[in-house]
């Protein structure tokens, strides 16, 4: 039982480019969740979904992308990165009804956008 | 719209002493309240949640956590800290009774330091 994976671990990007981060879980949860991490700032969520072909925006979803086509995977894509994109992105997911607060998270993923 | 202040940013306390990390929140009813650790080079793990009843809820790793509605606070306490339990700490908050999405929003955190 891997729990909640991201590939890659880190990745260097240049302004304009585009790319996707890898997020599975073989929990069987069917919340799936992105969320970016800038120092002193906590978590903000990007995107949600609550199952498979159903996502919905977080609070801070401009710029990214999201597609749940399985229960497993969530990939979170990000079109002409910019700067501001420069974060750590935690993907996590939780089973439904009120264990969903116990969100299990991956290792991350440091992006720099240079 | 919820919200959730950690008054601290870094705390350093020595090894073998107590711990209380402050958490306040703003919401109209009660909310869902939850500890989350976080530990270097790591993502988050859930350390302990309070949805109701008793105000004084036990976690993982030996952690506790006080709910007092009267102050709006869900501090975090442990007897004795161990040199293992420095990491970054954060609570967060969720609307109670299960209304709206599943969603916790976090506050900025709190660095704990251990001096062996």
């Known amino acids: 039982n891997a729990g909640v994976t991201q590939t890659p671990k880190f990745r260097i990007l240049k302004i304009g480019q585009s790319m996707t981060l890898q997020c599975t879980q073989d929990?069987?949860?069917?919340?799936m969740y992105w969320y970016r991490q800038d120092p002193g700032m906590g978590l903000k969520l990007i995107y949600y979904?609550?199952?498979?072909?159903?996502?919905d925006k977080g609070e801070v979803p401009n710029g990214y992308n999201v597609s749940r086509s399985t229960t497993e995977d969530f990939p979170l894509r990000l079109e002409l990165a910019a700067p501001s994109q420069t974060s750590v992105y935690f993907c996590?997911?939780?089973?439904?009804?009120?264990?969903?607060?116990?969100?299990?998270f991956g290792p991350g993923t440091r992006l720099t956008v240079t | 719209a919820q919200s959730v202040t950690q008054p601290d940013i870094h705390i350093t306390v020595s090894e073998g002493a107590s711990l209380e990390l402050r958490c306040n929140y703003s919401?109209?009813?009660?909310?869902?309240l939850f500890w989350y650790v976080q530990s270097p080079g790591q993502g988050l793990q859930l350390l302990l949640k309070?949805?109701?009843?008793?105000?004084l809820v036990q976690g993982i790793k030996g952690f506790e956590a006080e709910f007092k509605r009267s102050q709006s606070s869900f501090n975090l306490r442990k007897p004795s800290v161990h040199w293992s339990d420095a990491a970054e700490y954060f609570c967060?908050?969720?609307?109670?009774?299960?209304?709206?999405?599943?969603?916790?929003?976090f506050g900025k955190g709190t660095k704990l330091s251990v001096i062996p």
């Open positions: 309070y949805f109701s009843g008793d105000t």
């Open positions: 996590a997911s939780s089973d439904s009804g009120r264990t969903s607060y116990e969100q299990y």
């Open positions: 967060a908050v969720a609307p109670g009774g299960g209304a709206g999405s599943y969603q916790l929003t």
């Open positions: 929990m069987n949860h069917n919340y």
């Open positions: 979904s609550v199952g498979a072909g159903i996502t």
């Open positions: 919401y109209g009813a009660t909310p869902y």
